[in-house]
């Protein structure tokens, strides 16, 4: 029937797709179309089950139910290979790279057929030069920037001359600045004739790039419409259900005394494919939330290990807190000050997702809620204090008997960042407190920091999420290949000129200054 | 129809707990098919090897006697498992414990008094905790696997052993035999019951396993392992050091084969052999395993594994059953729970591929 | 010629280690961490001597050697790759299991004397003076163990069979996501280490000692391990650290007989080398260690 009606069938139409995991049904009668050229966005909140969708059409995932067709015809697509033979290539949210190759074997990795290695270095060199994604075949993956990376997961892509290309969250990492230059490409790719399923949750980029959008929710299609047409705030109302809660503070006006002062503060790497910290020094007031930018991999993680207490600092006294040095205690030690640090990661840091939530209230807790005494548990106290925690920030878990692994992602941040916010530490450092994270749980989250913040406790948040940090913080500092960029008033700067920073313009600068 | 596996979200503690029993089941049903593959009597060795040592009052005795070593060590053993550190050199700190108890034993040979047995008791365990050190050091300050560097002092601890009694402690009346002089009354353990060999060894054994039971489930110490054994950089965020972790555990470890190694010659043995172990350092990772490193389960995986060694030796005697095939036994035992454990992690089911796109491509 | 006979001793002693090591190698550089060798080592010994000596034929029992090595590591492999087992616990499981089995399948062929292999002789060639035994005087296995470590480096270096390897070694879950078969790859990897360490069994029956003994390895597959660290996962360098411990192995042997003290303490020497040597290697900074694959060791299942 459709024939008749459209002389060019869609490039890819999916139809009644289901995919259960255990409890969680992913995926729920999914269906929509991608037309040639049209650049189509599939928007929806972590957990909404874009991820998995995404997955199904590139071979890695078998859905339980439901048809594919590709160009009109259907298909079964049961590999990576048997996708990429069809003509579609992927950008993986987080890449799938190799960090040991090079760049040329990891193109090699993901093409059915490479060819000699030789030829395939001068495609590469081809093709990188003809759509501006300057690369080295020759490079080491560990050497290049994340920008850098994404290039090389879609020149990988682009090699195979591409029919469809899913870019998965390709933004999350970016600079603003990359990310114009990745849409320019985009959008070329589109006026060649390659369509583009972009996910993303990130409502302006849809609005600036996409010509349609899927909206999907709790597994199901709840609407689609053309981004361009829509306001914001309709589609964000699709998009999580309800109206968006959103966080609000009452700023501090006049700043309190310093808490955190760390100063000239060096550290060489200490892993194969890590940062060195040079000459890194702020200072942290009460009541204030510090807010450090950075595209990953720049020296978050080992900032983070030096202030948390992971790392011990050969001289203690380049970290200062509340006037003591700091630097060669450990994570409780500090705790134990009154300074405590939330990590990036929670599945198997801030988290042992094998053991029950009151267990898990003993690895931040125990000095702070005294859960432990001549070295006994007590295991009705760490009982209670996990039951107060899933009360005070609606935490969804069977209980403070249930796994950690059981919680979703968003509802165990919540846990975690609630069990050091109710220690009332006087300062907290934390890392990406809403990463994969829903938005009603990021609102709480943020709510809440603002409320340790309003209490008189100093904060400094480290994220690759810009617009995050814009909203949350008082003053801004970016972080670039280890080094701090001095703090900004967060109402004096422009998400442009942070952008610039993060891509490395203040080191350009001093460059320049030097010479 | 496709199998489909997932993991399950959380390990199930009934299956748990039941897969060892799973895994004795077949492994003793693997054993009927290997006497028959021996040409034995299938039914009558396995009741000479399950039931007979069973049936005398000197046959439990020996039972106890065997079980002793082996839960004492898997008991520190499985303390240092659960927190990741693979000490499998348990062998070599039993020598070496052996080692340390005999010279005070053979220091003193011609004196008595109350007091050589505990000086004894406290040589074996310092004795096994000093070789244990070793590993431990060279882990926490080069970070060497200490996986091979311990079962590479195992070899070096039997050929120490053999240097001293083909040599310096050799039994100068002994006729030349690799063996030392015969420990004095004040240097041998006394019997629990009379007219066996039973010394209160397996008394320490239950007690240490009661402790560690203790040390588990009620303080910091057993959480603490749980977390560094689960999840390294959780165990760093909540404040654990790791190389406190990994000294901790070896020396619990060796410290107790060390203990199991004094008993073995201040009990049935009374004097230092070439060879004074048949390898209960090696066996007792089994019974660890087989335990769930939970101290209670180690002491009924203790009894069991024990029965094979005196279970194998009967069937040795009666049926001509090949003394390796204990090993087997105990090798085969391993693996079939290491396969069941499976069970416990994952859900198994069969599910209906999507039917249309099946019919039509 | 003093030192050739050293130099013949000290390959011949390498030629275990070697096949063992490569293997381990194989199977590490594809992610999988298989403590098993010494196990693998046994069961491939014994089973080609009982081959070769009931069916006359050294020739088969090299085959079942390596057969042999491979079904063992084909029981490592469903373990931990389709049933998900630790990998530690099973490749000790694998060694206690190999310890037991060996004896049990060997106890009727204990004492049985062999020929050894026949050393190929080209006239002219393997009798010139020095150098003639060493390059054209050697049996074939110890060939057979040079080619395989020539062969793996250029396959692991020049193959897109070796790129996928690597990439299963390096980032499972990325290998996956590009649609690489995992699982298969580490299960060939696997079996490959255990045939190349069954074929360091039967080397060590039917050419080194040649005999069968309970537990003839004496921590052979232990040492073979710590030599992959050693190397740090490169074939040539394994290679040659499998010929520094051959040496070590003939000096022992020779120093018995010179200097007046006990010989046990010359026997240690292998053993108290390996852990001399992984402390040297560990304690370096972490650039030496670069290479050792980012998953080795990791359970992998696709819908984890």
């Known amino acids: 029937m459709s024939k008749i009606e459209v002389a060019q069938p869609p490039r890819l139409a999916v139809r009644n797709i289901s995919k259960r995991f255990q409890a969680v049904q992913a995926n729920d009668r999914i269906g929509f179309e991608v037309a040639p050229g049209q650049i189509h966005a599939l928007l929806g909140e972590n957990g909404a089950g874009k991820s998995t969708i995404v997955k199904i059409i590139y071979g890695i995932l078998q859905p339980d139910e439901g048809e594919i067709l590709w160009n009109g015809r259907l298909v079964r697509i049961d590999s990576p290979r048997a996708a990429r033979a069809l003509g579609i290539g992927m950008v993986f949210q987080h890449f799938s790279l190799f960090e040991a190759m090079t760049v040329a074997e990891n193109i090699a990795l993901g093409l059915n057929q490479s060819g000699g290695m030789k030829a395939l270095s001068r495609r590469i060199a081809e093709l990188s030069a003809s759509y501006g994604l300057a690369l080295d075949p020759d490079r080491d993956i560990h050497t290049l920037s994340v920008g850098e990376r994404q290039r090389v997961e879609i020149v990988r892509c682009l090699l195979q001359d591409p029919r469809l290309l899913i870019m998965d969250e390709p933004t999350s990492v970016l600079t603003p600045q990359e990310t114009r230059q990745l849409f320019e490409t985009l959008r070329r790719l589109a006026a060649e004739g390659c369509s583009i399923l972009y996910i993303s949750h990130k409502l302006y980029e849809l609005q600036e790039l996409c010509q349609h959008a899927t909206i999907l929710r709790g597994g199901r299609v709840v609407g689609s419409c053309d981004p361009a047409k829509e306001s914001a705030q309709s589609m964000a109302q699709l998009m999580i259900g309800g109206v968006p809660a959103t966080a609000s503070r009452q700023r501090n006006e006049a700043v309190g005394a310093p808490r955190l002062v760390v100063s000239g503060l060096n550290l060489p790497a200490d892993q194969p494919f890590g940062v060195t910290l040079k000459d890194v020094g702020f200072t942290l007031a009460a009541g204030e939330i510090l807010g450090i930018a950075g595209v990953s991999g720049n020296g978050q993680d080992e900032l983070m290990a030096a202030l948390s207490g992971e790392r011990l600092l050969p001289d203690a006294s380049r970290i200062q807190f509340d006037g003591q040095p700091v630097g060669k205690l450990d994570f409780e030690q500090r705790r134990a000050q009154g300074l405590y640090a939330v990590p990036e990661k929670r599945d198997g840091c801030t988290a042992v997702l094998g053991m029950s939530l009151a267990a898990n209230t003993l690895l931040s807790a125990r000095g702070g809620m005294a859960l432990s005494k001549h070295g006994l548990l007590r295991k009705s106290k760490a009982m209670a204090f996990a039951r107060r925690i899933i009360d005070a920030y609606g935490v969804k878990a069977d209980g403070p008997q249930a796994a950690a692994g059981t919680l979703s992602g968003g509802n165990l941040q919540k846990f975690v960042v609630g069990r050091d916010i109710l220690q009332n530490p006087k300062a907290l450092i934390i890392a990406q407190p809403t990463w994969g994270v829903d938005a009603g749980a990021a609102a709480a989250i943020h709510q809440a920091l603002f409320d340790l913040a309003r209490r008189g406790a100093g904060i400094v948040v480290i994220s690759q999420d810009l617009d995050e940090l814009l909203a949350l913080s008082d003053r801004l500092m970016v972080i670039h290949l280890g080094r701090l960029t001095p703090p900004m008033p967060t109402s004096d700067v422009s998400a442009e000129a942070i952008g610039l920073l993060m891509g490395g313009a203040a080191d350009a600068k001093g460059q320049t200054h030097a010479a | ?361 | 010629m003093i030192a050739t006979s050293i130099a013949m001793a000290v390959i011949a002693a390498a030629t275990p280690l070697l096949f063992a090591a490569i293997g381990e190698l194989v199977a590490e550089r594809a992610g999988v961490l298989n403590l098993g060798v010494e196990g693998m080592m046994l069961i491939g010994a014994v089973t080609s001597f009982a081959v070769t000596v009931t069916s006359g034929s050294w020739i088969l029992g090299i085959i079942a050697g390596a057969l042999a090595g491979s079904v063992m590591a084909l029981l490592f492999a469903v373990l931990t790759l389709s049933l998900m087992a630790n990998q530690v616990g099973t490749g000790l499981a694998l060694t206690l299991f190999g310890i037991g089995l060996s004896s049990l399948l060997g106890r009727s062929f204990v004492g049985i004397p062999l020929p050894g292999l026949p050393r190929l002789d080209i006239p002219g060639l393997s009798d010139l003076p020095g150098i003639g035994p060493l390059l054209f005087g050697q049996d074939i296995l110890v060939y057979l163990s040079v080619a395989l470590a020539a062969l793996v480096a250029w396959v692991l270096k020049r193959t897109r069979m070796g790129l996928m390897l690597r990439a299963a070694g390096e980032s499972a879950r990325s290998a996956h996501s590009l649609g690489l078969p995992v699982i298969g790859i580490r299960y060939g990897a696997t079996l490959f280490g255990g045939a190349a360490a069954g074929l360091g069994g039967a080397f060590l029956a039917l050419a080194y000692t040649p005999m069968w003994a309970e537990n003839m390895t004496a921590g052979r597959g232990w040492i073979a391990i710590a030599l992959v660290v050693f190397g740090s996962w490169r074939p040539w360098r394994v290679l040659a650290g499998a010929y520094l411990f051959g040496g070590v192995s003939i000096l022992q042997m020779h120093a018995q007989g010179v200097a007046d003290l006990p010989p046990q303490l010359f026997a240690m020497l292998p053993y108290a080398a390996t852990i001399i040597v992984l402390t040297v290697i560990s304690a370096g900074p972490w650039k030496a260690r670069l290479n050792a694959p980012a998953d080795l060791g990791k359970p992998f299942h696709p819908s984890l």
């Not at chain 2, 065997?66 to 053993?77: D, E, F, H, N, S």
């Not at chain 2, 007219?195 to 489930?217: E, F, K, Q």
């Not at chain 2, 194998?312 to 090798?331: R, Y």
């Open chain 2, 1 to 361: 129809m496709r199998l489909e596996i997932e993991p399950r979200r959380s390990v199930s503690p009934v299956l748990f707990y039941a897969t060892p029993l799973l895994a004795v089941v077949l492994t003793v049903a693997s054993g009927y098919v290997l006497f028959l593959a021996l040409g034995l009597d299938p039914s009558r060795t396995l009741y000479h090897f399950l039931v007979a040592p069973l049936l005398t009052g000197f046959g439990l005795a020996e039972l106890c006697l065997k079980a002793g070593p082996l839960v004492l060590i898997a008991t520190g053993l499985a303390l240092g498992f659960r927190a990741n550190v693979w000490n499998i050199g348990a062998e070599g700190q039993l020598i070496a414990g052996a080692i340390c108890s005999g010279g005070v034993a053979l220091a003193f040979w011609n004196e008595s008094g109350w007091w050589i047995l505990p000086l004894m008791t406290l040589a074996g365990a310092l004795g096994g905790m000093a070789y244990a050190a070793i590993p431990a050091f060279l882990k926490t300050r080069f970070d060497v696997n200490e996986i091979l560097s311990s079962l590479m002092l195992t070899y070096i601890a039997t050929l120490i052993l053999s240097i001293l009694v083909f040599g310096p402690w050799r039994d100068p009346d002994g006729l030349n035999f690799p063996e030392s002089r015969l420990f004095s009354e004040s240097a041998q353990l006394p019997l629990l019951i009379e007219g066996t060999r039973l010394h209160p060894g397996i008394l320490v054994a239950l007690g240490a396993a009661l402790l560690a039971w203790i040390l588990s489930a009620r303080t910091m110490t057993g959480f603490r392992l749980d977390v560094s054994g689960q999840a390294p950089e959780a165990a760093r965020f909540a404040g654990f050091s790791r190389n406190h972790t990994i000294w901790m555990t070896l020396l619990a470890g060796g410290g107790l084969a060390g203990l199991a190694g004094c008993f073995e010659i201040a009990g049935p043995i009374g004097q230092l052999l070439p060879q004074i172990s048949p390898g209960y350092g090696f066996t007792a990772i089994i019974v660890a395993f087989l335990g769930r490193l939970h101290p209670l389960g180690i002491i009924a995986a203790g009894f069991l594994v024990a029965l094979s060694y005196n279970g194998g030796e009967i069937a040795q005697v009666q049926d001509q059953l090949p003394a390796a095939a204990v090993g087997v036994f105990q090798g085969m035992l391993l693996f079939y729970l290491l396969a069941c454990d499976f069970l416990s992690r994952f859900h198994i089911r069969l599910r209906r591929a999507p039917a249309s796109a099946e019919k039509r491509s």
